[in-house]
C-alpha cells in the first residue's frame, strides 16, 4: 500500500526526529538510507502441526510497518507504523 507524499514525509521525518542519522546495525552505514514510500505487512501465520508448514487464512494477524534498506550491505529494517502514527499524533 503506497503512502501518499503527506504520510510520508511525516513518517520519515518522525524516525529522524527519533532517531537521527540512521545507522545501519550490520555494517555500520549512516547513508543513503532508503525509505520505502510503501506500507508493508509484517504478516503472523499458523503453523501446521508438524511444525514446517505456515498457512496464512481468514483474519491473520499482521503488523504495519516501514522499511528501510541499508545501500551498503541491503539490511532490511523494519519501523512500526503504528507507533509512528501515535508518535505523530502526539499520543502515548
Ligand atoms: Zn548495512
Request: charged share 20%; proline share 3%; with cysteine.
Amino acid at each position: 500500500m503506497e503512502l501518499n507524499d503527506e504520510q510520508f514525509n511525516a513518517i520519515s521525518s518522525e524516525i529522524i526526529k527519533k532517531a537521527g542519522l540512521f545507522k545501519c546495525p550490520v555494517c555500520g552505514q549512516n547513508a543513503g538510507y532508503n525509505f520505502a514510500p510503501t506500507e508493508f505487512h509484517v504478516l503472523a501465520g499458523e503453523r501446521d502441526s508438524n511444525g514446517t508448514g505456515l498457512s496464512f487464512g481468514g483474519q491473520s494477524t499482521f503488523l504495519r510497518v516501514v522499511a528501510a534498506t541499508c545501500p551498503h550491505c541491503a539490511h532490511i529494517s523494519f519501523f512500526n507504523l503504528v507507533r509512528l502514527e501515535k508518535n505523530i499524533a502526539g499520543e502515548k
